[in-house]
């Protein structure tokens, strides 16, 4: 693309994005005014200021080869006109860190990612570039890439580069000129460390690209592939070979846009379930696609092939959603791990259940990402068979699945806490599959204790930790967690 294309792009996409963002703010301010939502109370509440810390209390021991910062990221409103029609998925974004460096923890700090619309309303310069889409948000994921931090976001929005000391830099699709959307979930291939997304743009609901962004941020690959109804496609599955698109019944609402909610997508019957698998160094043409019943995956474990050619994908599975979600993901719906198996002979998908407690943030020991692996984490989010109630959280546990031995085991915080989204970082880089760290955020579920990082060992599940950090403020709950060394 050349310089005047990519100035036409936008300023065509800053004309759109102008037309619909006044579109979407006439229309959320219709709806009336009410106090009540529950993502803005108890454990969900946004904090109020900007902390950093640099004495923190530790128990146990640190591990001395953990030297980076563990981020969390997740929405935090600044201001919020209307309870009512608030959306936990569309507040803006703040990050937390914790860095540690050689057995110590050095410092906390959470800062809102500066985007145009936080950083004029809290008087700060802008950052470089400029957003891209009428919603001007940066919430959801946060990983490291390319010597940077990004803020990750889908839908349309850029990413958002952060230095390591957490101030916000610049818009941008990582460090390309490309004006195109990104997603929350990107894989990284542990061979190359590239980029392997599916992306979508909230205004082209005919269309989702496969994209690579290389080692040094630049767009290596695009490919587009034709939808309908813009459904949306939080994760994606990614084998050695193969990208899984997962065309699922959640698409985008004019009835809900009109009707002024902030994130217009709705469960669509007339939406036919369904995962495509694209080769790595295909196009759109090569694409197979798998029917399912309806159901929707928003997050995987991992994907590989077969030495037959199937492909194995593991996912969290959820019946059905986004049927009442005005505020937040409030639908009972159930929730379990499953297995599929992509049979290419048949063209035909088998589904085995590996646990039915309602659980979320599927993790693995990312050096084995796209290819056969032991061990799966994820965190329960509901008792065994009952539907997920977001809203009356109880206290939760990490779960940690051996897929080999087909156990799986649990790990209690406690009575009064929860735990957001637990990364497995291995001791070192040769160790062998599931020995490793397992790190998270802990939140107290009473809305006013302080959180804390807890780091356990993997090889102790259900025993002490290896070390805690008390935190000095409380973190909401919020989305994903990451690690990035530095
Ligand atoms: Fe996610």
Redesign the pocket.
């Known amino acids: 693309m050349n310089r005047t294309s990519i100035r036409n792009e936008i300023v065509n996409n800053k004309l759109v994005s102008s037309v619909v963002g006044k579109f979407l703010s006439f229309h959320q301010s219709r709806v009336p005014y009410s106090p009540d939502n529950p993502f803005l109370v108890g454990p969900f509440a946004p904090v109020t200021e900007e902390v950093f810390s640099s004495d923190l209390v530790v128990h146990g021991e640190i591990p001395s080869s953990l030297n980076g910062i563990f981020l969390r990221m997740g929405p935090n409103p600044l201001e919020v006109e209307n309870p009512a029609n608030y959306n936990w998925f569309m507040g803006d974004g703040m990050v937390h860190g914790l860095r540690l460096k050689d057995g110590q923890a050095l410092w906390y700090k959470n800062r809102y990612v500066g985007t145009h619309h936080i950083h004029k309303k809290l008087g700060r310069e802008k950052i470089k570039g400029e957003p891209r889409g009428p919603v001007d948000v940066a919430n959801?994921?946060i990983i490291g890439h390319a010597g940077k931090i990004w803020t990750i976001t889908e839908s349309g929005p850029f990413p958002v580069a952060l230095d390591h000391e957490l101030n916000s830099l610049k818009y941008g699709l990582f460090n390309s000129k490309d004006n195109y959307p990104f997603t929350?979930?990107p894989h990284v291939d542990p061979d190359t460390g590239e980029l392997h997304a599916i992306c979508y743009d909230a205004l082209l609901p005919m269309q989702v690209y496969y994209q690579v962004i290389d080692q040094s941020g630049q767009v290596k690959k695009r490919v587009s592939i034709p939808v309908k109804h813009g459904p949306m496609m939080?994760?994606c599955g990614m084998t050695k070979t193969k990208m899984l698109v997962l065309d699922f019944p959640v698409t985008f609402s004019i009835e809900r846009m009109l009707q002024g909610m902030q994130l217009p997508y709705s469960w669509n019957e007339k939406h036919p379930a369904r995962i495509g698998v694209l080769p790595k160094n295909g196009d759109a043409q090569d694409i197979k696609w798998f029917d399912v019943d309806p159901c929707i995956i928003?997050?995987s474990f991992n994907a590989y092939d077969l030495v037959n050619g199937d492909i194995i994908f593991d996912a969290c599975v959820h019946t059905k959603t986004f049927t009442d979600s005005i505020q937040g993901p409030v639908d009972k719906q159930l929730i379990q791990f499953e297995r599929w198996t992509l049979q290419f002979g048949t063209q035909t998908l088998k589904r085995e259940v590996i646990s039915k407690i309602p659980q979320e943030f599927p993790r693995l020991d990312e050096r084995f990402v796209g290819k056969p692996y032991r061990f799966a984490y994820s965190i329960s989010v509901g008792n065994e068979g009952e539907p997920v109630d977001n809203i009356n959280l109880k206290a939760n546990n990490l779960l940690v699945h051996d897929l080999l031995k087909g156990e799986s085991y649990k790990h209690s915080y406690g009575d009064d806490y929860f735990t957001g989204e637990v990364i497995f970082l291995p001791k070192h880089s040769e160790s062998e599959e599931g020995d490793g760290w397992l790190i998270s955020y802990i939140h107290a579920l009473d809305g006013i204790k302080p959180s804390k990082v807890v780091i356990l060992d993997s090889k102790k599940i259900g025993q002490n930790p290896q070390a805690t950090i008390d935190l000095p403020v409380r973190v909401p709950l919020g989305?994903?967690a990451n690690w990035v060394d530095i």
């Open positions: 959801t994921n929350a979930h939080h994760d928003f997050h989305f994903h």
